[in-house]
């Protein structure tokens, strides 16, 4: 079946610091990639997403590049802040199906 | 922009009992969805409907029910309520079953099963 791995533990980083939280995915044929932001008490927002083999997705500061070779979607961002610090999950949704499936969600902590 | 609306926010209910969720997708979106959050854990999906009928099923137990309305509104029935019933239910919407449509969020129903 379809699954979603994301590093492991939190991340706990100085503002402007540069993010990266790693997302490899199994699938049969060709999922769409998102990653989701839940900020805390809040619900799931959108951050990105990529529908296609080398398609990078990005939204404020944030990027991720859909790697077929490496079945990989890793989230970046080249300077965070403090107002970043939030839980991010990685996520696919598979051609056929209609659910998104989740990886375990990466706890992000940006201290000033 | 609409978004997708749900309530109550919280709800406290005790063991046994009968719990109601509602969920109002974005306007003019055909699916809905419905997903489980434990604390500290990703999101579950349980289930979900396309046009009113059911499109998917996932970790839904059998004590919960759900089903969409004319008016495409979803509701979530969970019955004999449970202490591990207890998390964050979220409602999604989208449009079409284009893969690449982005699943909208609720902020979520809190319960808490006492």
């Known amino acids: 079946g379809n699954s979603v791995t994301q590093m492991e533990g939190p991340v706990t980083l100085s503002e402007e610091a540069f993010l990266t939280i790693n997302c490899t995915y199994t699938?049969?044929?060709?999922?769409?990639l998102f990653w989701y932001v839940q900020y805390p008490g809040e619900g799931l927002q959108l951050l990105l997403k990529?529908?296609?083999?080398?398609d990078k997705g990005s939204n404020k500061g944030f990027e991720a590049t859909y790697r077929k070779e490496t079945t990989s979607f890793h989230l970046e961002k080249g300077s965070v802040q403090v107002s970043d610090s939030a839980v991010y999950f990685c996520a696919l949704r598979e051609t056929s199906g209609s659910r998104l499936t989740f990886g375990e969600g990466t706890q992000l902590t940006v201290n000033p | 922009a609409a978004g997708v609306i749900q309530s109550p926010r919280h709800l406290i209910k005790e063991k046994r009992e009968t719990a109601t969720l509602k969920c109002y997708p974005i306007p003019r979106h055909d699916t809905v969805y419905w997903y489980q959050q434990g604390p500290g854990q990703d999101p579950q999906f349980l289930i979900s409907?396309?046009?009113?009928?059911?499109?998917d099923k996932g970790s839904i137990p059998d004590r919960f029910s759900a089903q969409q309305f004319s008016d495409y509104h979803s509701e979530l029935n969970m019955s004999s309520l449970e202490l591990g019933d207890s998390a964050l239910y979220f409602c999604?919407?989208?449009?079409?079953?284009?893969?690449?449509?982005?699943?909208?969020f609720g902020e979520g129903s809190w319960l808490t099963v006492v």
């Open positions: 409907f396309y046009e009113k009928m059911q499109s």
């Open positions: 999604a919407s989208s449009l079409g079953g284009y893969p690449g449509n982005t699943i909208y």
């Open positions: 699938a049969t044929g060709y999922p769409s």
């Open positions: 990529a529908t296609k083999a080398d």
